[in-house]
């Protein structure tokens, strides 16, 4: 293996002011894309248990087709196909007058598709809990709204956390997908700095250890929220 | 209001076939490999001493860290490197998926072996079977059998992920409609011909699993 090390390259200018706004890029985009994931996906998985079969239907057609295409296929939709598609005042607007179209563009195409991923979770969440307990609520006079609102959203949203977990890790990796409409988020960067310098290994192992220590942080961050959050008398809810 | 040109998507029919034998070649080959490396980490990690489960779950939690597209980048620069030559965006892809997808197989197998009652093993041994034969003949089939449904939904999730190595320019399906779309000027026929094709391919698949689930189940 004929290779000349050199890691100081990615302290020096401008590498470093890549990677950091790599990073920053990064975090803002997912966040952002959850953000309207965990919105839509809660509506959509709240719609899917909702006794009305057109109601379902939607959530269930919207989450197959969300599904059942590659995100990367989204990706491109979103940004070539969609534009063209809207009304022409609309389309200019997206491609000129927006500030910033492919972050924006990648916010929609992530957020939109990992709403139908949350949206089965929250389903299965719901769906966990016992009948009795939307019984007993009716019995004592709520109503459908309050019934969500006060019993099954807060039990549902506890059961599921663990599996929220993953998919809001999952969200921060496949935020590398907007680097295919020139997003410059971390991966973007660590490829910029490789182009530049030459020195792939390096600029591949920083955003690396960074994508590790963004996942950690998930994991610490989440497992405290699970911690809080478990409800008592269950299984999963050992060591108390 | 637009015009939809059909012609120049029939046109470029073969061209596009051509994209998908190449998903279809390095979904395949990626899920056979990934599917035995994965048998072989789980194995090796359930069954050898220190510090070899844990250097696995190094790797595997170290994979599952990671973006897809990052770890194809890191082959394409590594496997030349290593080889000492270069080496097709194809090989390289296979690889790097193969690696990666390992990762995951690993881990639905490992709850699959370890979802095998622990008397099943024990009789197996007792009954003066090696290690190896128990797990050959005894554990990995009634493992397997329980775990079809989940790998068969990896391997679609794998088929979806193939469209990635887009990255390192390899014409697979979406990679070829991409370069259609651009040279003819018709994204919207090519991405939305795209989008359909996988979206009946990868419901039917998914819908076929969940028909042979309810059948298991039974």
């Known amino acids: 293996m004929n290779y000349n090390w050199n890691w100081g390259i990615l302290f020096r200018e401008p590498f470093l002011g890549f990677l950091i706004s790599g990073v920053q890029t990064t975090l803002v985009l997912a966040l952002t894309a959850w953000v309207l994931a965990f919105t839509l996906g809660s509506v959509l998985g709240v719609m899917r248990t909702l006794p009305n079969r057109g109601v379902s239907a939607v959530a269930a057609v919207y989450v197959e087709v969300f599904r059942g295409i590659p995100l990367l296929v989204w990706f491109f939709l979103w940004f070539f196909v969609v534009p063209e598609l809207l009304p022409q005042t609309w389309g200019r607007w997206l491609k000129r007058d927006l500030p910033d179209p492919e972050f924006w563009t ?29 019984m007993a609520a009716e019995a004592s006079g709520m109503n459908r709204v309050q019934v969500y609102r006060y019993i099954l959203l807060p039990l549902g949203y506890r059961r599921i956390v663990p599996v929220l977990t993953s998919e809001f890790m999952t969200i921060f990796k496949n935020s590398s997908l907007a680097l295919t409409i020139g997003v410059m988020e971390l991966t973007a960067q660590a490829r910029q700095v490789e182009s530049f310098t030459f020195q792939g290994f390096e600029a591949f192992t920083a955003a690396t250890v960074l994508y590790v220590v963004i996942t950690l942080t998930v994991t610490v961050i989440m497992r405290q929220v699970e911690q809080r959050t478990r409800i008592p008398g269950l299984l999963s809810a050992k060591g108390t | 209001m637009i015009e939809f040109d059909w012609d120049a998507l029939v046109r470029a029919l073969p061209f596009l076939a051509q994209g998908m034998v190449l998903t279809l070649e390095l979904t395949g080959l990626a899920m056979v490999g990934g599917i035995a490396l994965g048998t072989v980490l789980a194995i090796l990690r359930l069954s050898m001493p220190a510090p070899v489960p844990q250097i696995i779950a190094g790797y595997v939690n170290g994979l599952r860290a990671m973006p897809l597209i990052l770890v194809i980048f890191w082959f ?51 009954s003066g079977m090696s290690y190896p034969q128990a797990m050959r003949y005894i554990v990995l089939p009634q493992a397997f059998r329980a775990m079809v449904p989940i790998l068969l939904t990896q391997s679609i999730i794998l088929f979806q992920d193939t469209s990635l190595v887009y990255v390192v320019g390899l014409r697979d399906f979406l990679t070829a409609a991409n370069i259609v779309a651009s040279r003819d000027q018709r994204p919207i026929e090519m991405y939305l011909f795209v989008a359909a094709v996988y979206l009946v391919l990868c419901a039917s698949a998914s819908f076929g699993v969940r028909i042979l689930q309810r059948k298991s189940a039974r």
Not at chain 1, 121 to 133: E, F, H, M, N, W
Not at chain 2, 76 to 101: H, K, N
């Open chain 1, 106 to 134: 990648a916010v929609a195409a992530l957020g939109l598709y990992t709403a139908c991923r949350v949206a089965e979770q929250v389903r299965a969440g719901i769906q966990a809990i016992p009948r009795g307990q939307t």
């Open chain 2, 76 to 126: 394409y620069l590594l496997v030349p490197l290593f080889l000492g030559r270069p080496v097709g965006a194809f090989s390289s892809a296979l690889i790097a998926f193969t690696m990666f997808e390992a990762a995951y197989y690993s881990e639905i197998i490992r709850a699959g072996i370890q979802g095998v009652p622990r008397g099943q093993l024990q009789a197996a041994l007792a």
